[in-house]
């Protein structure tokens, strides 16, 4: 990795961090659904050591759905069914005090738990739900691919290549996808905070990895796709860091986009980027997605 690194310090050539977008960032497309009155409830689902669910709960709030704070005891305790939600984003951070494969741990408190298995698979079977898992809950949502509709073949998440907990700015595309958080996004290229230890992503097979749905991949400076470190921070093979289900309805990424939603919150944008950045197109698409 270090090798990596210092070869691309050599490049003089380096155009640097970019951002391409095929749509407008400051188009707001889930405005006449706000206009509505009509707020769906979004659960923000929390487990002991998470972070970022208060960037999650505002920009799932500003896209018009109204954020729901649910923990996993909520629901372990059978307080909580989901039954009146309609949207789940696992979100990021270290549950359990940053045990290694805490996602992983996260995932089993749910499927050996048959009464809390059945309340997920209730969830994930209906046609009007979607959810999204990211960093630490990208590793929890592909460790419950069993119960996920079309995610059997997604990998597992496992330990970064550098051996290291990578926090940057990096570069990411997105390609054509099924992804409802991704309508109208393909073939846009800009920056994305990520943040993680273990994002690398493991496949069970080589035909697993030809079989899976890329909604996001790391790219170089060049808008090239890449295994070298330190555009693709964790060494992900073809540079995957997003996947989603043939439907769409659920998807999983390693970059948090909650906490670059807001152009002033990104280390760098275009000069010409409003209020909005792009990444505010993904929540607001799960809103028109819904109707």
């Known amino acids: 990795n270090a090798r990596q690194e210092f ?23 889930s405005l006449p659904y706000i206009n509505s009155g009509k ?22 709030d500003r896209a018009g759905f109204d954020a729901v704070d649910i923990t996993m005891s909520d629901i372990l305790s059978g307080r ?42 209730h969830f ?25 509709p079309g995610a059997e073949n997604w990998p597992r998440f496992v330990n970064n290549q ?10 990411v595309s997105i390609p054509e996808n099924p992804s409802i958080f991704m309508s ?7 920056p994305i905070a990520v943040a993680h230890g273990e994002g690398r992503a493991e496949f069970v097979a080589n035909k697993n990895q030809q079989n899976v749905i890329v909604a996001m991949y790391f790219v170089d400076n060049y808008g090239v796709k890449t295994e070298k470190y330190p555009a693709n921070p964790n060494g992900s093979a073809q540079g995957i860091t997003g ?3 043939e439907d769409g309805r659920f998807t999983v990424m390693m970059p948090h986009p909650e906490r670059v939603f ?27 997605w819904l109707g």
């Open 184 to 190: 109208g996004m393909a073939g846009s290229t800009m």
């Open 124 to 148: 994930f079977e209906r046609e009007d739900s979607f959810a999204l898992g990211v960093c630490n809950g990208c590793q929890m949502m592909a460790s419950l691919k069993e119960i996920i």
């Open 7 to 29: 070869d691309q310090l050599l490049d003089q050539k380096d155009p640097g961090l970019h951002a391409r977008l095929s749509f407008d960032p400051s188009d707001d497309i």
């Open 243 to 245: 996947l989603t289900t």
């Open 39 to 60: 707020r769906p409830q979004m659960a923000i689902l929390r487990e002991q050591g998470v972070n970022s669910q208060l960037e999650m709960a505002a920009a799932f």
């Open 162 to 171: 550098s051996e290291q907990f990578e926090a940057r700015s990096s570069l």
């Open 80 to 121: 909580e069914t989901l039954e009146s939600i309609q949207g789940l984003v696992a979100c990021g951070g270290f549950s359990y005090g940053d045990v290694l494969g805490a996602g992983g741990g996260w995932a089993k408190s749910i499927l050996y738990n048959n009464q809390v298995r059945d309340v997920f698979s």
């Open 262 to 288: 807001r152009t002033v919150a990104n280390s760098w944008h275009p000069a010409d980027w409003g209020e909005d950045s792009g990444w505010m197109r993904l929540f607001r698409n799960a809103r028109v």
